[in-house]
């Protein structure tokens, strides 16, 4: 069992928005404003999209947007387009462990 | 262009020791911890251990301590992930990944594309 919690599976049409949740403890996600989103598509390395809760790295489109509102971080994509199916994974640095855990990851499906 | 190289595919018997690597290019080597990351077969990563290759302190995620080593040479900007005796449960991908700069980082910035362990009699 993964130390974040996130949904299996989101899906949204083109164009529409969706949120993916990480849920966890005062330890991690509640406690620190650390949280990373990381992308997957198959067979791929990930790709990191959002770090220390709502900041873009160069290049990553601005219609990705995280979040946090006590234990819980989201991610949040707009105007959704097919490359954006993916599977896609937060982590948060915690206090009860070394360095960072992940969530269970989401898959990502746009219909 | 910053990266980070990683070693092919292997095949291995259980028992048998490996050594996978990870080299940095493009950036200071020295400067950045390098993580790693074990993706089981359709299943999610796993943060397993780290090391800051300037002076090799390494940190394991508890649920791989003892289980794996974890080294660095940084006269060749080299990071490495080693087994002394693999089980079937080691078969995954492995990713090497770049800590993002400062003491506050939490977060990889840089990824390997992966080395791909099979483990089988």
């Known amino acids: 069992q993964s130390a974040l919690t996130q949904p299996a599976s989101v899906s949204g049409s083109p164009g529409q928005s969706i949120t993916i949740s990480c849920t966890g403890t005062?330890?991690?996600?509640?406690?620190?404003?650390?949280v990373s989103w990381y992308q997957q598509h198959p067979g791929k390395a990930p790709k990191l999209m959002i770090y220390?809760?709502?900041k873009r790295p160069s290049g990553v489109s601005n219609r990705f947007s995280g979040s946090k509102s006590g234990n819980t971080a989201s991610l949040t994509i707009s105007g959704l387009q097919a490359e954006d199916e993916a599977d896609y994974y937060c982590?948060?640095?915690?206090?009860?462990?070394?360095?960072?855990?992940f969530g269970g990851g989401t898959k990502l499906t746009v219909l | 262009e910053v990266q980070l190289v990683q070693s092919g595919a292997e095949v291995k018997k259980p028992g048998e020791s490996l050594k996978i690597s990870c080299k940095g290019s493009g950036y200071s080597f020295t400067s950045y911890w390098i993580g790693w990351v074990r993706q089981m077969p359709g299943k999610g990563l796993e943060w397993m251990g780290i090391i800051y290759p300037g002076d090799s302190d390494t940190r394991y995620s508890p649920s791989f301590q003892g289980q794996v080593t974890i080294s660095a040479d940084k006269s060749i900007s080299t990071a490495y992930l080693q087994w002394s005796s693999l089980k079937a449960s080691d078969t995954a991908m492995y990713y090497c990944a770049r800590r993002g700069s400062g003491s506050f980082s939490y977060y990889m910035d840089v990824w390997g594309k992966g080395t791909t362990v099979t483990v089988s009699s």
């Open positions: 220390d809760v709502s």
């Open positions: 005062s330890s991690d996600v509640g406690g620190y404003n650390y």
């Open positions: 982590s948060s640095y915690t206090s009860s462990s070394t360095f960072c855990v």
